[in-house]
């Protein structure tokens, strides 16, 4: 729902044009100033993997004050394009939930995303809303689907299972037949510990003071973010600033 104080995406959009096994492998080199990658955490998805304590009852092991970015519902012109700049700007790597036409459709942003040293993980092919609503052999097709077409816009193939075996419910929406299924194919299930709720229209100072406001709270985890969002877009650099100055660290995740 727009509110008479909520930006048009027309007006948000020309604001873009000014503007678990862990390990500490893989943290981007940056210089003084910049936010960075404190480590990267290799994530065993052997036994059945389910984090995001808004889900679940556990999460990644995650130390306080560490955060993993993630965006969900892209590749999306206009908007990861900026989002990732942001990100390059700041040397932070974070993990993106494509879904699948979307990568389909914009083949070289998905790969440019994997390009820059992001995770890029999957989001089901259609993003119904939700999975657990639809017949089972239904939902397990578009999930198939989406594994197969993110596949094949980053690598040119599919071979029968994700490169990267980290899976995203559209709207967390998902069934224990659908997790045991994912379980018995050893693909970790990811929620979040918390979201800027970035799926209201809002200001981007009004989500940069909520999600701030729910990082203090928290003191950390898994934060959920979409990559198709103008508002997003224009508050991820004083996000990223905010991050620093306030003393969180961002952390990314790969498959062990």
Not at 78 to 106: D, N, S, W, Y
Not at 172 to 198: H, M, T, V, Y
Request: proline share 7%; charged share 15%; with cysteine.
């Amino acid at each position: 729902m727009t509110s008479a104080h909520s930006p048009s995406r027309r007006a948000l959009l020309g604001a873009l044009s000014l503007t678990l096994v862990p390990a500490a492998a893989g943290a981007a080199s940056c210089g003084p100033g910049r936010l960075g990658t404190a480590r990267v955490l290799q994530v065993s998805t052997a036994n059945g993997l389910r984090v995001g304590r808004r889900s679940y009852p556990r999460t990644l092991p995650l130390e306080a004050g560490e955060v993993l970015l993630t965006f969900d519902d892209g590749p999306h012109p206009g908007t990861t394009e900026p989002i990732l700049a942001a990100l390059a700007e700041e040397c932070v790597k974070a993990t993106f939930f494509m879904i699948g036409r979307q990568a389909a459709a914009h083949p070289a942003l998905a790969r440019r995303v994997l390009a820059e040293g992001h995770t890029v993980g999957h989001h089901s092919n259609t993003h119904p809303m939700t999975l657990a609503q639809l017949p089972q052999a239904a939902a397990e097709a578009d999930i198939e689907a989406g594994f197969a077409a993110v596949d094949q816009a980053l690598y040119g193939r599919y071979t029968g299972q994700p490169r990267t075996p980290f899976f995203r419910y559209p709207g967390f929406g998902d069934s224990e037949p659908l997790n045991q299924g994912l379980a018995a194919r050893r693909i970790g299930i990811f929620g979040a510990d918390l979201w800027a709720s970035d799926w209201n229209d809002m200001a981007p100072d009004a989500q940069l003071g909520l999600v701030m406001r729910r990082l203090r709270q928290a003191r950390g985890g898994i934060l959920l973010f979409h990559d198709t969002r103008p508002q997003t877009a224009v508050m991820l650099p004083a996000f990223l600033q905010a991050m620093r100055q306030e003393g969180f660290r961002a952390v990314n995740i790969v498959p062990a």
